[in-house]
């Protein structure tokens, strides 16, 4: 069974940057659509970002467009999502995620299967 790690969270000042990673163990995740979402106290778990298998493919949510960007080394097993010119609405506790069935990236939560612990990114103003 694949367990998923997040690190890379913590406080930083609007404007700055974070980068985030997800490490993988217990199986490959090179054949599947990974992604990353978020969810802020109160508030229902969004999508953020999700690339394909082979990286050909990503998709982001307009609120993150422009300033994440996700990738993955897939010899290291690892996902990562670059935070650039961070917003104190960014502050969540982020999640990576993986599809098992390969499909293409998506925003759906159902449509993945295992979840990380999560890693809390806050941003000051």
């Known amino acids: 069974q694949v367990q998923l790690v997040e690190s890379g969270g913590g406080l930083v000042q609007a404007g700055g940057s974070l980068t985030l990673s997800c490490a993988a163990s217990?199986?490959?995740?090179?054949?599947?659509?990974m992604a990353w979402f978020r969810q802020a106290p109160g508030k229902e778990r969004d999508f953020v970002a999700a690339?394909?298998?082979?990286?050909?493919?990503?998709y982001y949510s307009d609120s993150v467009e422009g300033r994440f960007t996700i990738s993955r080394d897939n010899a290291e097993n690892t996902v990562y999502l670059i935070m650039n010119s961070l917003k104190p609405e960014d502050t969540s506790v982020y999640y990576c995620?993986?599809?098992?069935?390969?499909?293409?990236?998506?925003?759906?939560?159902?449509?993945?299967?295992?979840w990380g612990q999560g890693t809390q990114v806050t941003v000051s103003s």
């Open positions: 995620a993986i599809d098992f069935r390969a499909r293409r990236p998506s925003e759906y939560e159902s449509e993945y299967d295992i």
């Open positions: 217990g199986r490959t995740i090179s054949s599947y659509t």
């Open positions: 690339i394909s298998w082979a990286a050909d493919a990503t």
